[in-house]
């Protein structure tokens, strides 16, 4: 299932987290479950309209990814004490991030729950670090950097903001004046801050992607792609890379066939597994890198994914291709030498079109592969599938040949 921003934040809030606050803060607990049905939305929606530039993202994503990594998912309690908490260090970080918004804040959730005002400050003390952890848990396992969270965000801006009780005033208490013009506000946001961290973006490509040709072999390739050109103006065949279509629903994928290794300018490999197996791949491609760093001594991260570079899905759909199934079946053979070896799959779009229907579509794609290779015998090694939609770019989303890097389905190794 696509991950829901506030639903994962809501889940945490369980009776008996709910009935400690209300003997901690001495309100009855109908009341305290009411303040945190408007606490968690609130708190979400203030954290919205702080992602308003390239710095606010990165703000958000430092302190979230803090958060994650506190230990305060895990402890919740502790923040039921105002002073001397474990987490005073966090809870300082957060004040920081939202400023006097959370004084307004629970000015409302008070009078809209009948909770002290005191005791409403203490639990947006609670709701904002704990949103935060979630977002930034989120935000390590799907390698999320600024402008994959701008995107995130404005995916679940919808929900957010449906979830705000009718009779809480928190627009005012955040300065937008009516919750109706909070949509298009935040809109305008999220299209100014894609648009200033697209620079840093195109940084995040990854190094194990990065082309090594010759300059004749370029010149080669260009010289194939002009071809490709003029043969398509004249009805003659698809083109040799991957390059899904958009419409206002849902992200399109034509089926193409890879090119072959020489005319693409790649250069093929044996790549030799533990077990005596040899598979067939290209040099810096999802097989040659996962093998290799199995072999190293790298460290676990959270952080690295491997991108399935010879993978396509048949158009508008999460049916994997008869052609694309040689790098599933590699995938498997490489699980089966390794046998300790875990990995998780990921799917990703580019920005263009609905972003609900990205995150769909990329949880459709990601859960194929998942049970292809789960058909291939290797279950027990599988950590699951997420679909994350339109965020962690790779690159930035200004022209169809980045777009196409953020169109893809990535392996991210959790145990070897």
């Not at 250069?267 to 197996?277: M, Q």
């Not at 990921?346 to 263009?352: A, E, I, P, R």
Request: net charge neutral; proline share 3%.
């Amino acid at each position: 299932m696509a991950f829901n921003f506030i639903s994962a934040v809501n889940n945490l809030f369980g009776s008996e987290l709910l009935n400690k606050a209300a003997s901690a803060f001495g309100e009855n607990e109908t009341a305290i479950q009411k303040a945190i049905s408007g606490a968690v939305p609130s708190v979400l929606t203030g954290l919205l309209t702080r992602a308003d530039s390239a710095d606010g993202l990165q703000s958000i994503l430092n302190v979230a990814k803090n958060a994650g990594s506190s230990g305060i998912l895990g402890n919740l309690t502790g923040l039921l004490g105002s002073e001397g908490s474990s987490f005073s260090g966090l809870t300082s970080m957060v004040r920081n991030l939202f400023g006097d918004k959370l004084a307004g804040i629970a000015n409302v959730i008070s009078g809209f729950s009948g909770v002290k005002e005191s005791s409403a400050s203490s639990l947006l003390n609670m709701v904002a670090p704990a949103a935060l952890g979630v977002l930034g848990k989120h935000a390590t396992d799907s390698n999320m950097s600024t402008s994959g969270l701008a995107s995130f965000l404005s995916s679940q801006k919808d929900s957010i903001l449906s979830a705000i009780p009718s009779g809480l005033n928190i627009a005012g208490a955040l300065g937008l004046g009516s919750l109706s013009g909070i949509g298009s506000k935040l809109s305008s946001f999220f299209s100014g801050a894609e648009t200033q961290v697209s620079h840093a973006a195109a940084h995040e490509v990854k190094e194990a992607r990065k082309p090594n040709w010759l300059i004749p072999a370029i010149l080669a390739v260009a010289a194939f792609a002009l071809l490709l050109y003029i043969f398509k103006g004249c009805g003659g065949g698809h083109d040799a890379v991957v390059e899904p279509k958009h419409d206002s629903t849902e992200v399109k994928q034509e089926e193409i066939k890879p090119a072959p290794p020489v005319e693409s300018g790649r250069e093929s490999l044996k790549v030799k597994l533990p077990d005596g197996t040899e598979i067939d791949a290209y040099k810096g491609g999802i097989e040659d890198m996962l093998v290799a760093y199995l072999n190293s001594n790298d460290a676990i991260s959270k952080e690295k994914w491997f991108d399935f570079d010879d993978l396509n899905f048949e158009t508008g759909s999460a049916t994997i291709t008869q052609s694309s199934m040689k790098q599933v079946q590699n995938i498997a053979a490489i699980l089966k030498a390794f046998s300790k070896v875990k990995i998780k799959i990921g799917g990703y779009t580019d920005n263009t079109g609905d972003s609900v229907a990205n995150v769909k579509l990329s949880q459709s794609r990601a859960d194929a592969v998942f049970a292809k290779l789960k058909e291939l015998g290797s279950e027990k090694q599988l950590d699951g599938a997420e679909g994350y939609g339109p965020t962690h770019f790779v690159a930035p989303n200004d022209t169809e040949e980045n777009k196409k890097k953020n169109r893809r389905i990535s392996v991210n190794v959790r145990a070897k």
